[in-house]
């Protein structure tokens, strides 16, 4: 009989090595366990230890040995190129063993890195495949960063090779990778051997000679490579994360424990069935993209979809619902953002009418705050469930959801539903950090979740287990530190409001407003600067940043914040979409010198800002709301 929410839950978290044994049967191994978890050395944990098996033999090569060969494994819909491909399991083994050649061919081994800064193009995923087919560690760079902040993940991952192609598609800009490619190389300290290029069509790059090969020439020429197993707790790959500096964490995600808790969420969280067409709308780039365009949907044997275009001006806010009906696609998974994007441009959901999507079966939204209006037009717009469903890069899938799979629960406006199985998620006390008390319910406080974190959450940070520590582990031992505050109601809701930490979520991208200070710091006539987040109607969050300009400046105030924005976009990118910044006379302190940027972003935001008690001068403050109100910002 199957089991219940409530019955699942409660096995999960009293026996999670039975548990997670049981759904690890899902999974081809080559070589078993030797114990499910190992917790003999806590903080650290790690699931599955000494079992051996290949990511890419269980998303491609296994469904093909078994039969399934011509189902279809992907569909690329590139509406910026006008173009549709289909790739069946073997087709796209077939590929992605060509290309795990190639990587071989330029001296790639088990554990070495590949860095991969591609646009939603197929090759993309070959290229993860590619790297998982061989043991090779990749590491997705998304499309939207700067050369710097590649340069800095290059740094740290240390690529032997990196693959790239010549541009990505912004609705109808073509935007040149390779130039970024280059500086970046010429930035960073590690060098790596071999850069494989993909050439599109609409865009040649210039290829540097020893260095870089033509992406197409070097897989016809390679000989397809095998799949190698490697052990479970061994890297797949490094996902970078923004902190709260300008150095971004290196997420490290397993072999193992991650195939295991991503087939088994697919099912069980996301209702999906083998065979069924399941599409997520982000990028490659970031985790939504790896776990739910590339991973969990081969790992299931379903279809998936990729998707080179945006929500709107693609050609039209009717974009996703010709996606849907044209690939029959069953559940279909992208950020509230997207969906504002299409609520402005076509309210009455006039676009929707027309489709034949009698097949879609539920929407699922993450990334960010689902905000109520917006889930109650896509619930009204749609007439299926609008599951909000709350996770991180680091947790690598869901904390907490509507598990649609195990037993579909009431929904909450507001409510990222309960905590999935094998999530022990506690409200602690922020204040009381170090030590543990627990909130009670109702109460506000930071989210935390008790160790161990179930397969598939992040061991560790890239070679820095310290780091790792001192950032998640340490606030509240014995617990994983999410640096999302809010609140479990009476029914065991998760309500999540607000990052505890410098983050701020822009358009469902994460970013540091502590590393956007760093970039401004940087301008040489700025002597003081504070970034905060505003509430965006479209984008969630947008940053804003506040200038100081050092002493005997004369230049027009004008010309400066020009400049900043500039800088932001060249060393951090066009994703960070910084375009406000304004200089100020001073920034409002407490008398111990702290930036009041709450209070900051109260005015901005044209809340209610009682004046702190500690303030230095509050004449700064009341000069910051007459230049936040000049600028369109409602201060009261
Ligand atoms: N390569 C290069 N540039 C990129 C890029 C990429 N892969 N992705 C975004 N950019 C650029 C955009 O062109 C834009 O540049 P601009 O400032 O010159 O206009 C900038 O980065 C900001 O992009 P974005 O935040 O996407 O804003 P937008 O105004 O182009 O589109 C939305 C707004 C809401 C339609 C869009 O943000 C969206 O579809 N969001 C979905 C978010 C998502 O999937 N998140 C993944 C996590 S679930
Ligand atoms: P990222 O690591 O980029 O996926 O961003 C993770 C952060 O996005 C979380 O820590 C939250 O702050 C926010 N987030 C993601 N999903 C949700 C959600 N459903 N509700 C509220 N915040 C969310």
Redo the contacts with the bound molecule.
């Keep these: 009989m199957p089991r219940g929410y409530a019955e699942t839950y409660r096995r999960a978290l009293e026996c999670p090595e039975e548990f997670w044994a049981e759904a690890a049967e899902a999974i081809d191994w080559e070589r078993r366990w030797e114990r499910v978890l190992d917790a003999s050395r806590p903080p650290f944990y790690r699931w599955f230890p000494g079992a051996r098996l290949n990511t890419c033999w269980n998303a491609l090569d296994r469904h093909v040995a078994a039969g399934r060969g011509e189902r279809m494994a992907l569909i690329w819909d590139s509406p910026v190129t006008g173009q549709i491909l289909r790739f069946t399991y073997r087709e796209l083994r077939d590929e992605v063993a060509r290309l795990a050649g190639a990587l071989a061919g330029l001296g790639v081994v088990m554990g070495d890195r590949v860095l991969i800064y591609m646009?939603?193009v197929p090759e993309a995923a070959f290229a993860m495949l590619a790297c998982a087919r061989i043991g090779a560690i990749h590491s997705v760079v998304?499309?939207?960063?700067a050369a710097h902040e590649l340069a800095t993940r290059i740094d740290d991952a240390k690529p032997r090779v990196i693959l790239s192609a010549s541009c990505?598609i912004?609705?109808n800009?073509i935007?040149p990778?390779k130039p970024l490619l280059d500086a970046a190389i010429v930035e960073a300290s590690a060098k790596p051997e071999h850069c494989v290029i993909l050439q599109r069509p609409m865009c040649q790059a210039e290829l540097v000679g020893g260095r870089d090969h033509d992406w197409y020439e070097l897989a016809a020429a390679a000989r397809p490579a095998d799949c190698v197993p490697v052990l479970a707790t061994d890297p797949l790959y490094i996902l970078y994360t923004s902190g709260t500096t300008g150095v971004p964490k290196g997420v490290v995600r397993d072999n193992g424990g991650h195939a295991v808790a991503l087939h088994w969420s697919l099912r069980n969280i996301y209702g999906v069935h083998p065979n069924e067409v399941f599409w997520?709308?982000?990028?490659v780039?970031?985790?939504?993209?790896h776990s739910y365009i590339v991973y969990a949907p081969l790992l299931l044997g379903c279809t998936t979809v990729m998707y080179e275009g945006?929500?709107?001006?693609t050609p039209d806010a009717g974009a996703f619902w010709r996606v849907i009906e044209q690939h029959r696609v069953r559940v279909f998974?992208?950020?509230p953002?997207?969906f504002?994007?299409i609520k402005r441009e076509d309210p009455d959901g006039l676009l929707i009418r027309g489709r034949d999507l009698g097949e879609f079966r539920a929407l699922f939204l993450?990334?960010?705050r689902a905000d109520p209006p917006t889930v109650a037009w896509a619930e009204e717009q749609l007439g299926i469930p609008v599951i909000d469903h709350w996770w991180q890069t680091e947790t690598g899938w869901p904390i907490a959801a509507n598990c649609l799979g195990i037993e579909p629960l009431p929904v909450k406006h507001g409510s990222a539903t309960r905590a999935v199985p094998g999530w022990d998620v506690r409200v602690l006390d922020a204040e009381a950090k170090g030590a543990r008390r627990e909130l009670a319910p109702g109460e506000i406080g930071a989210l935390a979740v008790k160790l161990p974190l179930p397969p598939g959450a992040l061991p560790t940070l890239w070679q820095a287990d310290d780091k790792f520590v001192a950032a998640y582990l340490s606030a509240f031992p014995g617990f994983y530190q999410t640096a999302d505050a809010g609140l479990i109601d009476g029914d065991g809701y998760i309500h999540v409001m607000t990052r505890t930490d410098d983050i701020i979520n822009?358009?469902?991208?994460?970013l540091s407003t502590g590393e956007i200070e760093e970039v401004l710091a940087a301008h040489p006539d700025v002597a003081e600067c504070a970034v905060i987040g505003v509430a965006d109607a479209?984008?969630g969050q947008v940053p804003l940043g506040l200038l100081v300009l050092k002493a005997g400046v004369v230049r027009p105030a004008g010309e400066v914040e020009r400049e900043a924005m500039q800088l932001v976009?060249d060393r951090i990118?066009?994703?960070?979409?910084f375009?406000t910044a304004l200089v100020v006379a001073g920034l409002p302190k407490t008398r111990s010198g702290k930036i009041l940027r709450g209070t900051m972003r109260k005015i901005a935001e044209g809340e209610d800002y009682p004046l702190p008690a500690t303030i230095d001068d509050p004449a700064i403050l009341v000069e910051i709301a007459r230049v936040l109100g000049t600028a369109g910002y409602a201060a009261r």
């Design positions: 646009p939603m998304f499309g939207g960063f990505g912004e609705v800009r935007i990778y997520t709308a982000s990028d780039g970031w985790v939504v993209g945006k929500p709107v001006g998974f992208t950020a953002t997207a504002r994007a993450a990334g960010e822009v358009a469902a991208h994460r479209l984008k976009r990118g066009p994703v960070a979409s375009k």
